[in-house]
């Protein structure tokens, strides 16, 4: 996790996760009611959306493809190496028609929504990780970051931290 990116993601939006921590405060057993935070950190200035923890992929659609072990060795060597040698290098390995399909699959899914994706994998880790949060008292969050596929980082800050008087 980036630390100082979550940290300025909760000086900006500051105001909206105080409101957050009383409602989750309010919240005296872990239930899909739960708020969490979502954070749009897409353009300059990032904007807080609140979300049932149940509902989350209305705001973050769970995608069949993008857990896909091919589809996860693909955004790997992306990273490391770029697009196209990375599309490049799945086209023309051992598992090249099976990628082309994956691939074709995941592109469909972008196409029909311009919403963030996520797989359903990372879907159902948000969902028990704001189960641990709420144990803790904290709040679960989750950023979504510029990109092409955009990156979500998932956190959790304690309440006590963003109700703290700040005098």
């Known amino acids: 996790m980036d630390q100082q ?3 300025s ?7 909206g996760l105080f409101d957050l921590a009383c409602a989750v405060s309010g919240h005296p057993r872990w239930d899909l009611s739960l708020p969490v935070g979502v954070i749009d950190a897409r353009r300059t200035k990032p904007r807080l ?3 049932a923890v149940g509902t989350i992929n209305s705001m973050v659609k ?5 857990g896909h072990p091919l589809m996860q060795r693909f955004f790997q060597r992306f990273d490391e190496i770029g697009l196209d040698s990375a599309l490049e290098e799945a086209r023309s390995g051992q598992d090249a028609e099976a990628f082309t399909e994956i691939w074709q699959a995941y592109r469909d899914e ?3 929504d ?3 994706m996520w797989s359903i994998e990372d879907a159902t ?5 704001s189960r ?3 144990a803790d008292r904290e709040v679960a969050c989750l950023a979504i970051f510029p990109g092409d596929p955009h990156k979500i980082l998932t956190f959790s800050i304690p309440i006590a931290f963003l109700t703290r008087p700040d005098g």
């Open 114 to 116: 311009e919403q963030p």
């Open 49 to 51: 959306m609140v979300s």
């Open 5 to 7: 990116k979550v940290q």
């Open 132 to 134: 641990e949060a709420h």
């Open 125 to 129: 880790d948000f969902v028990l990780k």
């Open 110 to 112: 972008r196409r029909q």
């Open 9 to 15: 993601l909760v000086q900006q939006c500051a105001l």
């Open 62 to 66: 769970a995608s069949p493809t993008i």
